[in-house]
């Protein structure tokens, strides 16, 4: 098969980190696959290997027509069998290319709740439930952000299918991982260490993780907390801890493509969003035996399970948030018991090859449906 994956932008993003991924693993597989971004790549460009990796530098607006001949000039040159559209503007964009040529396959993966980001009865969401009656399929990465889709958008449940994201698995001592750590943000490697991964934009809730982590500081005062991301609330939260006098506690990492490398240097995760789907992140630090401190969100609950894999609370109280954090940096074997626990849990459901397996099943059926 001939297989273009779209992404908004060559970006390390979740989405889009899970796309390359997948790409990788489907030229692995024997199929030809192209990597490719709408807009300009940011200066850290993601890169899908053993693919080829476009960007079509488009201009971000409503719409852009000269985005639109790119994407049709590009389709008509590799006739994809397959289009996967990996976020809203990629599903746009490939269904208006769909109507100059009705023969192109859609595939759209959702990972979020649509709910969140469309006001019931606007006009995005009437534009998006047209968008979906030209798609083949969609796949979503959990179950609860797929019934919101459905009911969302009245989309076809036959037409859909639960794919679970696939966690590469790699191997890192601890010990040797936290003193790097350590020595690039200049503290002590004994002093237990926090991380949180991901953008730093409204959602993700920065300003609640802090407030949290000011009241750990209270009970474990050589508590460490480390930020790994960049985005549009970077500098006003970096800004806040110095002012605050937190930056003896509170470390900024920025961009970073080894983020497994640092979950194996930590000793606890967390995840303070508002909005979420089910999140990449929380199962990387599975894969390195990390818990996860939560708050339920969206499909945040699929993959912490409360008690089990981290502790898991129902709305944002910064005071149950703390001690949650609090109680498994204190209690060790506790804490290793849930990290144990969240690595087989991902082993058991997020491998690569059940990943790959569900979309090449996904993608033959629809090209079997059409002949």
Not at 142 to 163: C, F, H, M, N, R
Not at 235 to 253: G, H, M, Y
Not at 297 to 322: R, Y
Request: with cysteine; proline share 3%.
């Amino acid at each position: 098969m001939v297989i273009l994956q779209l992404v908004t932008k060559r970006q390390y993003r979740g989405a889009e980190v899970f796309a390359a991924e997948l790409s990788g693993l489907l030229a692995d597989a024997g199929h030809t696959v192209y990597f490719a971004g709408l807009y300009k790549a940011p200066a850290n460009t993601l890169t899908a290997r053993s693919v080829v990796n476009i960007d079509l530098d488009g201009s971000k607006s409503p719409f852009s027509v000269g985005l639109l001949f790119k994407l049709i000039k590009l389709i008509k040159k590799i006739k994809p069998d397959i289009i996967q559209a990996n976020g809203s503007d990629t599903l746009k964009y490939a269904v208006f290319a769909k109507l100059v040529n009705p023969r192109l396959n859609i595939v759209y993966r959702n990972i979020s709740m649509v709910s969140s980001w469309a006001k019931e009865d606007s006009w995005k969401r009437t534009f998006n439930r047209f968008l979906f009656k030209k798609v083949n399929r969609v796949t979503s990465v959990g179950q609860q952000s797929l019934e919101d889709l459905v009911k969302t958008y009245q989309y076809p449940v036959a037409k859909t299918k639960l794919i679970r994201r696939g966690i590469p698995s790699f191997f890192f001592d601890q010990v040797s991982e936290r003193k790097k750590i350590a020595a690039e943000f200049g503290f002590n490697a004994s002093s237990p260490l926090i991380i949180h991964i991901g953008q730093f934009s409204d959602e993700k809730n920065h300003p609640f993780l802090i407030e949290s982590f000011q009241k750990v500081l209270l009970t474990i005062g050589n508590a460490k907390l480390l930020f790994i991301g960049e985005g549009k609330n970077f500098q006003a939260i970096q800004t806040f801890v110095n002012d605050n006098k937190l930056d003896q506690a509170i470390f900024f990492a920025g961009h970073r493509e080894g983020v497994q490398q640092l979950l194996a240097g930590s000793d606890l995760f967390i995840m303070g969003s508002t909005i979420e789907g089910v999140p990449g992140v929380v199962l990387e630090a599975g894969m390195q035996s990390l818990p996860t401190v939560a708050v339920k969100a969206g499909g945040v609950g699929e993959v912490v399970i409360d008690g089990e894999t981290g502790l898991l609370l129902l709305n944002h109280h910064a005071d149950q948030f703390a001690a949650a954090i609090v109680t498994l940096l204190q209690q060790t074997a506790l804490r290793k018991e849930m990290g144990a626990n969240a690595k087989k849990f991902v082993e058991q459901h997020y491998s690569l090859r059940q990943c790959l397996d569900a979309f090449e099943i996904l993608y033959k059926d629809i090209l079997d449906e059409k002949n």
